[in-house]
């Protein structure tokens, strides 16, 4: 079976990050899409609102540079949670999208360059609109399944970021 979803819209609050017991990221949020049609002549806007969850790095990356507000292309999957509401004891549920990939289509230079950044939960950075900027230290980092060596890394397993704020294309 395939279960890809695929969503560009803004951040409806800032993004909510935990650590696991075994100190995994876990960053929550929500995102608002909206279409516009026409029905009888008369022009329509829908919004639809969904709740996101990003894991590992790309939850640390995502609490570090988004906000409520932010514009943002996810791709992930879609999951269905199920629960008893505790005050009432019904059963609810809802769907929610776990994203895999996220990029982030707010820039400074957005009106200048049109540019937006890529990232992924495997650490990969790309850039698009023919822009080539170079990569913060951040999303250079090695593959999900290489260990980076501890002499590298500061205490709290966060690369460091020796970089210009000017250079940063987002």
């Known amino acids: 079976m395939f279960n890809k979803v695929i969503l560009v819209g803004n951040l409806t609050r800032d993004i ?5 017991q075994n100190g995994s990221a876990i960053a929550k949020s ?4 909206s279409r516009k049609f026409t029905v009888n002549g008369e022009k ?14 790309s939850g640390e990356v995502a609490n570090q540079y988004l906000r409520k507000g932010s514009k943002i292309l996810v791709e992930g999957r ?5 629960w008893v ?11 929610s999208v776990i994203v895999e990939t996220m990029q982030m289509l707010d820039s400074r230079g957005e009106a200048s360059q049109g540019g937006y950044s890529d990232y992924n939960d495997a650490g990969n950075s ?7 900027a170079p990569q913060p ?28 704020e000017d250079e940063i294309p987002f």
């Open 16 to 20: 909510e990050l935990r650590y696991s």
């Open 30 to 33: 929500a995102i608002a899409t």
């Open 44 to 57: 329509k806007d829908e919004t639809c609102f969904v709740d996101i969850t990003f894991f590992g790095r």
């Open 78 to 82: 879609l999951q269905f949670e199920q």
């Open 85 to 95: 509401d505790q005050q009432s004891g019904q059963k609810r549920s809802k769907h």
């Open 126 to 132: 790309s850039q698009g609109g023919g822009y080539e």
């Open 137 to 164: 230290k951040a999303y250079n980092q090695a593959p999900a399944y290489a260990k980076p060596s501890p002499a590298r890394m500061p205490e709290n397993n966060l690369p460091e970021i020796d970089i210009n």
